[in-house]
């Protein structure tokens, strides 16, 4: 689509938004492939990049995960251990073009953030895991 045509839709989508009270987003990035795969645009790539480097240790689950678009962050697993809450959150995404992947697995304990990692962790079979986690 060129870039005239681009700006004019986003135009248009705008003024709609506006006239509705609706919030539109017009960064339409985001979409998926036939196997449900999260594909991104490069700048649905840069937005999920950015967004990875302000998430902190301690952050609420909501704080962190919020930073995120949310069509990328999905609960993958909850459970209580030691009376404590544990969620896993995996945020994944690939370039339409398949040339870059983002992968990161959140962890949360009594929503806070104690685990932010490039791949699952096993943390139920992994004592020393747990014990920095604070479960054992």
Known sequence: MNTTRRLGIVAALAAAGALSGCVVSVHG?????????RLVGTLGMEDLVAANKSV???????EAVGLYPPD???LRGQTTWNGHAVEEWQVAARLRDG???FERWLYFVDDALVELNDSSVDWRERPDVRSAWGLD
């Open 56 to 62: 902190r240790l301690g952050m609420s689950r909501d």
């Open 29 to 37: 990035d985001y979409d998926h492939d036939t196997a449900g795969t």
């Open 72 to 74: 990328l962050a999905t």
């Open 99 to 101: 040339a870059t992947t």
